[in-house]
Structure formats: structure tokens, C-alpha cells
């Protein structure tokens, strides 16, 4: 009796006789010979492998080295001794009904150097462990996490190698019903895969295929070298946790983005993760130009065959979902993920700046996270370095996020395929929903340099993004860290606004004169019908020149603090608390946008 999900056409259900009329739609026998479409250079060794419903072939310079009596149900694996182009030891996992906890003993085991060729053979995933995913990916494999129920995958990677593998391919189903074609991978392999001068030559080919790299491809290329340093070390540093980086194929971003991580002192290459939505060619290469490790995804869309209603916004969440719980089984034992986007370029004091926020965080439940980017972070209203302020509203771009808060609060209600949901609104709702709170600094640690994306354009860039500004410091000390819990810093902001002085109430807020340069405390109001409202907030945020897409970013209880030509300004509600305790009597808040029933009843008087 066949079990559900075998293949029916596995040896081990058919006596070692597979039957070509059962079950095999689409699978494809590639020749039994041992192909060699190349003749090897020196320091290389041709490898054929093949991974296929019904069988799988593992050949070494024209020779079988996996005899079909060998293979089986699961991963298969052949050992290669590179100099030697020797074949050593063989391997079989029922990786179908076993985690491959056996394997993973072995991987630990193998000599460095020694090639490692991986192919599987009818079902391979339904019980392997994540574990066992991290031992594979660590021999180089990008592909390993996405193999999935009935792939088809075929890979070669290098003990206590340092960079990731170009040597595999991976095939789906279309549907946990049928079994997607036999592959095939037949090349030429080096002996050592991060080889210096190899290296050399992979960074000549990348310039050579691909535009837009400038600088990075003048002059001969040498992988950069991080700096383990880090200013005002704490017991727990900043820079033990690891980052990952969710990317698409923007590759000439993704350049900029890793080499401002290896600037950043303190940062530890091992511990980057870039999680690549699609199979794109260009991230692979950036990606191993730099030795980062990295997980490519099938693309999201093609996960939805049977949703029509699979948009962009369902499209990104998807991929932040796997993304995020893929960098969790990764570091099973860390207490913190930084998130960072593929066209986000991180300021020097990256792992500083977390160093002092972190204990904050950890202090008080009521924070969701410490973001890295400030909404109304523009050359006029970004000032002080030292300045962190808190919100309600989740600003996203460069953000931590700890354990407790992915599997307690986001991970148990991320939204499912397909309704339109825009990740980081979900966010914000959570956020809401529960009375949270997020950190942001007065000046970037981040700058956004995407000027096309799923949310970007060019007229877009240019209005909401070009102006904005990012710290340039290595060492900033933070401020006033022991103010931001939501009891003190709810008291400094009633003794900011009691203090401030008053911005004429009775200029054009639209006029570019209305608040000059100068190194006050200033307070204005906006008209609120109700303590929630801010129509006339977004409003007034745009004559200033701010964020006013949608809603006013950064508030905390209905009032906005920033930075303004030199100034600290706060922009209050007029039904706030802080506006009933001490707007002066006689004061009139700016009102610029017309309410519909305020239109309406113009329009009936003139007529």
C-alpha cells in the first residue's frame, strides 16, 4: 500500500522497479550516461547531479559515483575529495519520514574542503528539520529553506567554506498533487569555492555582465574587512544579532546597502542574512561578491495560483512572513533580529545607536521596537543626533524586533494571502489595537536610496525622500534614555508645550517665512472637532514641508515634536490634554483643510 505522499514510483514501494505509467506526469529521465558537457580547467572537477521523482545520479569527471543501488527516498549525498577527484563517502536520508538529525552528526564531521554534493530523490522535505537546513546552508546552499513538498533540488556545496554556492538549482510542483521535471546540474566546479584569485575573476565577470556598479568595479576588488570594534561596548552588544535584509533583484542597491553594514564598526558579516524574493541572478552575485549568506524564495505570486485577488501589498507581506520566520529558526537563541530593507544605507553608528536603546526596550513592554528612521527627517527638521522621540505610529525602514514580540504579538495574526494587506499597516493596527509604542530618532540611522520599488517612483522620491538626512557620526550619545518610558515622557511633553513659546497664530502656516531660523522651544495648535482627529494636522504638516501622505507621522497623543530650522517645535491638537492645560485663552488653531459639510454649506449660500 502506497502512503500518502510517496511517490509511487519509488524503488522502495515497487521492489527497485519503477513503473513509467504511474504517477509521472511531467518527470523527465535525463540520459543514464554521465554527461560532461565541458572539459574541466586545472583546479576544477566536473559534476553531473541529478534529482528527479524516480531517481537520482550523482557523476565525478565522466564517472557514476552514486549507483542506483546507493540512492533513496530523500537527500543523497556524495563526498568529493577535490584534489585528489576522488570520491569518498555516500549517504542516504529518509529525509521524508526523519528530521536528518543523523546527517547533521556527519556534516559535522566531514574534513574541510571536501566537496559536498546533495541531490534528492522523491519526496525530500515533509519531516526535515530546520537544523538540518542550517548545517546545509552552511556548506553554502541559498536554496535549502524553500525546498519544499515534492522539489525537486540538486546542489554542491564546500565544508568551512565562506561563501555561498553558485552550484544548485531547485524545481517546484505546481501543486501538492503532481511532481514537477527531474533537474540537472553539470559543471565545472573549483577546488576551493572562495578561492581569492577566483574571487578575482567572479568580480570581473559580475562588472563585465552588469551596468550600473561605478566605483565598485574600478580597480582591482578585494572583499571588504569589518571592524569588530564598537564603541561603549555593553554586557550584551548590539552587534551579537543578526540582521536581515529583505530583498527582491535590486542588486546595485543591495551593493550600497552591504557596504554600509561594513563600515558600521562592529559588524560581524556572519551574522547578515539577505532573504531574496525570486530567483534574480543579480542579488545572487552581490550577494556572493560580499560573502553573505543568503535564502532565496520562490517568488511570492506564484504561491497564489488559485488567488486572482494577489496583489503588491500581498506580495510583500508574504515575503516578509517566510522572511521573518526563516531568520527565527536560523537563530533560534537570539533575543533580537534587526530588519533592514535592500535600499536602506545604514549610518556608522548603527550598533551604538542599538547599544543604548536596547536596554530601553527591554525595560518596557509597552515598546514595540527602536526604528532607525524618522518620517519628518528632512534638512530642516532634522537636528540633533542625540535626540530620540516616541510615537505611536510604527515608522518602519530599519527597525529591531525582539522574540517575544514576533512570537507573542505579530507572528500568531500576521495576515494571510490575499486580502490586500500592506505589512506594515498590519503593524500599525497591532500596534494600535494593543496601546504600543516605537522609538525614532530626530536624525536617520538610515537613509532610503530606492528610487523604484513597490511604493516608490521617482516624483515620489524626489518630494518625500530626496531632503531626507542620516547621521554621519560614529559615536553619538543618546539623550535623556531614562525620559522615554510612557509616564515621563508623557510629563515632558506637558512641560515642553507649558514652556514654549507661541508661534504667531494669526500668520499663513503656508508661508515659507512663517517659522525663521533660531534655537527656540515653539508650540502651535491645529483645530480638532474630537481628541482622535488630525485632518487639520496633515494639513498643517504639509505648509511646514513635512510627511503628509496619509496621516501625520510620529505623533504621541495627538502631538508632534520635531525639529525645525534650528528650533524644537511641537505641533498640538487642540482637544488634547496638553492643549486644555495650556493653550493661551483667545488663541485660535490653525484650521487649513475644509470639512465636506463646511464645503457644502458654502456651496448652498452662494447659490
Same mark, same amino acid.
Given at each position: 500500500?502506497?502512503?500518502n505522499?510517496?511517490?509511487p514510483n519509488?524503488q522502495?514501494?515497487n521492489?527497485?522497479?519503477?513503473?513509467?505509467?504511474? +504517477?509521472?506526469?511531467?518527470?523527465?529521465?535525463?540520459?543514464?550516461?554521465c *554527461?560532461?558537457?565541458a572539459t574541466?580547467?586545472a583546479?576544477?572537477?566536473?559534476v553531473?547531479a541529478?534529482?528527479? #521523482?524516480r531517481?537520482?545520479?550523482?557523476?565525478l569527471?565522466g564517472k557514476?559515483?552514486l549507483?542506483?543501488w546507493? !540512492?533513496g527516498?530523500g537527500?543523497n549525498?556524495?563526498v568529493?575529495?577535490?584534489?585528489?577527484?576522488?570520491? $569518498?563517502?555516500t549517504?542516504t536520508?529518509?529525509?521524508?519520514?526523519?528530521?536528518g538529525t543523523?546527517m547533521i552528526?556527519?556534516?559535522?564531521?566531514?574534513?574541510?574542503?571536501r566537496?559536498?554534493?546533495?541531490t534528492?530523490?522523491?519526496e525530500?522535505?515533509?519531516?526535515? $528539520?530546520?537544523?538540518?537546513r542550517?548545517?546545509?546552508?552552511?556548506?553554502?546552499s541559498?536554496?535549502?529553506?524553500?525546498l519544499?513538498?515534492?522539489?525537486?533540488?540538486?546542489?554542491v556545496?564546500?565544508?568551512?567554506?565562506?561563501?555561498?554556492s553558485?552550484?544548485?538549482?531547485?524545481?517546484h510542483?505546481l501543486?501538492?498533487?503532481?511532481w514537477?521535471?527531474?533537474?540537472?546540474?553539470s559543471?565545472?566546479?573549483?577546488?576551493?569555492l572562495d578561492?581569492?584569485?577566483l574571487?578575482h575573476?567572479?568580480?570581473t565577470?559580475?562588472?563585465?555582465?552588469?551596468d550600473?556598479? +561605478?566605483?565598485?568595479?574600478k580597480?582591482?576588488w578585494?572583499?571588504p574587512q569589518a571592524?569588530p !570594534?564598537?564603541s561603549?561596548n555593553?554586557?550584551s552588544?548590539?552587534?551579537t544579532y543578526?540582521i536581515?535584509?529583505v530583498?527582491g533583484n535590486?542588486g546595485?542597491?543591495?551593493?550600497?546597502?552591504l557596504a554600509?553594514?561594513?563600515?558600521a564598526?562592529g559588524?560581524n558579516?556572519?551574522?547578515?542574512?539577505?532573504?531574496?524574493d525570486?530567483?534574480?541572478?543579480?542579488?545572487f552575485e552581490?550577494?556572493?561578491?560580499? $560573502?553573505?549568506r543568503l535564502?532565496r524564495? *520562490?517568488r511570492t505570486?506564484?504561491?497564489?495560483?488559485k488567488e486572482?485577488?494577489?496583489?503588491?501589498?500581498?506580495h510583500?507581506?508574504s515575503n516578509y512572513?517566510r522572511?521573518?520566520?526563516?531568520?527565527?529558526?536560523?537563530y533560534s537563541?537570539q533575543?533580537?533580529v534587526y530588519?533592514?530593507e535592500?535600499d536602506?544605507?545604514?549610518?556608522p553608528d548603527?550598533?551604538?545607536y542599538?547599544?543604548?536603546?536596547l536596554?530601553v526596550?527591554?525595560a518596557d513592554p509597552?515598546?514595540?521596537t527602536?526604528?532607525?528612521w524618522?518620517?519628518?527627517?528632512?534638512r530642516h527638521s532634522s537636528e540633533d543626533?542625540?535626540?530620540i522621540?516616541?510615537t505611536?505610529?510604527? #515608522?518602519?525602514?530599519?527597525?529591531v524586533l525582539s522574540?517575544? =514580540?514576533?512570537?507573542?504579538?505579530?507572528? #500568531?495574526s500576521?495576515?494571510e494571502?490575499?486580502?490586500?494587506h500592506?505589512?506594515?499597516l498590519?503593524?500599525?493596527m497591532v500596534?494600535?489595537?494593543r496601546?504600543?509604542d516605537c522609538?525614532y530618532?530626530?536624525?536617520?540611522?538610515?537613509?532610503?536610496?530606492?528610487?523604484?520599488g513597490a511604493?516608490?517612483?521617482?516624483e515620489?522620491?524626489?518630494?518625500?525622500?530626496?531632503e531626507?538626512v542620516?547621521?554621519?557620526?560614529?559615536?553619538?550619545r543618546?539623550?535623556?534614555?531614562?525620559k522615554?518610558?510612557?509616564?515621563?515622557?508623557d510629563k =515632558?511633553i506637558d512641560?515642553?508645550v507649558?514652556?514654549a513659546?507661541?508661534?504667531d497664530?494669526t500668520a499663513d502656516?503656508?508661508?515659507?517665512?512663517?517659522i525663521?531660523?533660531?534655537?527656540?522651544t515653539l508650540?502651535?495648535y491645529?483645530?480638532? /472637532?474630537n481628541?482622535?482627529e488630525?485632518r487639520q494636522a496633515v494639513?498643517l504638516v504639509g505648509?511646514?514641508?513635512l510627511?503628509n501622505?496619509?496621516?501625520v507621522r510620529?505623533?504621541?497623543?495627538?502631538?508632534?515634536r520635531t525639529s525645525y530650522r534650528g528650533n /524644537?517645535?511641537?505641533v498640538?491638537?487642540s482637544?488634547s490634554?496638553?492643549?486644555?492645560?495650556?493653550?493661551?485663552?483667545?488663541?485660535v488653531?490653525?484650521r487649513?483643510?475644509?470639512?465636506?459639510d463646511e464645503?457644502?454649506?458654502?456651496?448652498k449660500?452662494?447659490k
Amino acid at each position: 500500500q502506497i502512503r500518502n505522499g510517496e511517490n509511487p514510483n519509488s524503488q522502495e514501494n515497487n521492489g527497485g522497479a519503477p513503473k513509467k505509467d504511474v +504517477g509521472t506526469s511531467g518527470d523527465k529521465i535525463i540520459d543514464t550516461l554521465c *554527461p560532461m558537457d565541458a572539459t574541466c580547467p586545472a583546479g576544477h572537477v566536473h559534476v553531473y547531479a541529478e534529482s528527479g #521523482p524516480r531517481r537520482t545520479k550523482v557523476c565525478l569527471n565522466g564517472k557514476d559515483v552514486l549507483p542506483a543501488w546507493k !540512492t533513496g527516498r530523500g537527500i543523497n549525498i556524495v563526498v568529493i575529495n577535490p584534489q585528489r577527484g576522488t570520491a $569518498g563517502s555516500t549517504y542516504t536520508f529518509d529525509t521524508y519520514q526523519n528530521p536528518g538529525t543523523d546527517m547533521i552528526d556527519i556534516i559535522k564531521e566531514m574534513n574541510d574542503g571536501r566537496l559536498v554534493v546533495m541531490t534528492t530523490q522523491d519526496e525530500a522535505s515533509a519531516h526535515l $528539520g530546520k537544523e538540518a537546513r542550517l548545517s546545509i546552508e552552511k556548506l553554502g546552499s541559498t536554496l535549502i529553506h524553500t525546498l519544499a513538498w515534492r522539489s525537486t533540488w540538486a546542489f554542491v556545496g564546500q565544508v568551512g567554506t565562506s561563501s555561498i554556492s553558485e552550484f544548485e538549482v531547485i524545481r517546484h510542483p505546481l501543486d501538492r498533487s503532481s511532481w514537477p521535471d527531474a533537474i540537472a546540474l553539470s559543471r565545472c566546479i573549483p577546488h576551493q569555492l572562495d578561492n581569492p584569485a577566483l574571487l578575482h575573476d567572479l568580480h570581473t565577470e559580475f562588472c563585465e555582465r552588469y551596468d550600473n556598479y +561605478g566605483s565598485f568595479c574600478k580597480g582591482s576588488w578585494v572583499r571588504p574587512q569589518a571592524s569588530p !570594534t564598537l564603541s561603549q561596548n555593553p554586557v550584551s552588544p548590539a552587534n551579537t544579532y543578526p540582521i536581515a535584509i529583505v530583498a527582491g533583484n535590486r542588486g546595485s542597491y543591495l551593493r550600497q546597502v552591504l557596504a554600509s553594514l561594513f563600515t558600521a564598526p562592529g559588524i560581524n558579516p556572519d551574522l547578515i542574512v539577505v532573504f531574496q524574493d525570486g530567483y534574480g541572478e543579480e542579488t545572487f552575485e552581490v550577494a556572493r561578491q560580499f $560573502g553573505i549568506r543568503l535564502v532565496r524564495f *520562490p517568488r511570492t505570486d506564484s504561491a497564489a495560483h488559485k488567488e486572482d485577488t494577489f496583489n503588491q501589498a500581498d506580495h510583500i507581506a508574504s515575503n516578509y512572513k517566510r522572511s521573518l520566520d526563516t531568520i527565527w529558526e536560523m537563530y533560534s537563541n537570539q533575543e533580537y533580529v534587526y530588519i533592514l530593507e535592500d535600499d536602506l544605507i545604514v549610518s556608522p553608528d548603527f550598533f551604538s545607536y542599538y547599544n543604548q536603546l536596547l536596554p530601553v526596550l527591554a525595560a518596557d513592554p509597552s515598546i514595540f521596537t527602536a526604528s532607525c528612521w524618522n518620517d519628518n527627517g528632512y534638512r530642516h527638521s532634522s537636528e540633533d543626533p542625540a535626540l530620540i522621540y516616541r510615537t505611536e505610529f510604527f #515608522p518602519g525602514l530599519g527597525w529591531v524586533l525582539s522574540r517575544r =514580540m514576533w512570537q507573542e504579538v505579530l507572528k #500568531p495574526s500576521w495576515p494571510e494571502c490575499c486580502n490586500g494587506h500592506s505589512w506594515d499597516l498590519y503593524l500599525r493596527m497591532v500596534l494600535q489595537n494593543r496601546g504600543m509604542d516605537c522609538l525614532y530618532p530626530d536624525v536617520s540611522r538610515t537613509f532610503h536610496i530606492g528610487k523604484t520599488g513597490a511604493n516608490v517612483f521617482d516624483e515620489f522620491f524626489n518630494g518625500y525622500f530626496r531632503e531626507k538626512v542620516s547621521n554621519k557620526e560614529s559615536y553619538v550619545r543618546l539623550s535623556d534614555l531614562d525620559k522615554l518610558d510612557a509616564k515621563s515622557y508623557d510629563k =515632558m511633553i506637558d512641560d515642553l508645550v507649558g514652556s514654549a513659546e507661541l508661534v504667531d497664530h494669526t500668520a499663513d502656516p503656508c508661508d515659507n517665512h512663517f517659522i525663521p531660523a533660531g534655537d527656540k522651544t515653539l508650540v502651535l495648535y491645529y483645530y480638532q /472637532r474630537n481628541a482622535r482627529e488630525t485632518r487639520q494636522a496633515v494639513a498643517l504638516v504639509g505648509c511646514l514641508r513635512l510627511w503628509n501622505v496619509d496621516k501625520v507621522r510620529g505623533m504621541f497623543n495627538q502631538v508632534l515634536r520635531t525639529s525645525y530650522r534650528g528650533n /524644537r517645535l511641537l505641533v498640538v491638537g487642540s482637544m488634547s490634554k496638553y492643549a486644555k492645560a495650556h493653550m493661551p485663552e483667545g488663541v485660535v488653531p490653525f484650521r487649513i483643510a475644509k470639512y465636506k459639510d463646511e464645503l457644502a454649506e458654502n456651496e448652498k449660500v452662494e447659490k
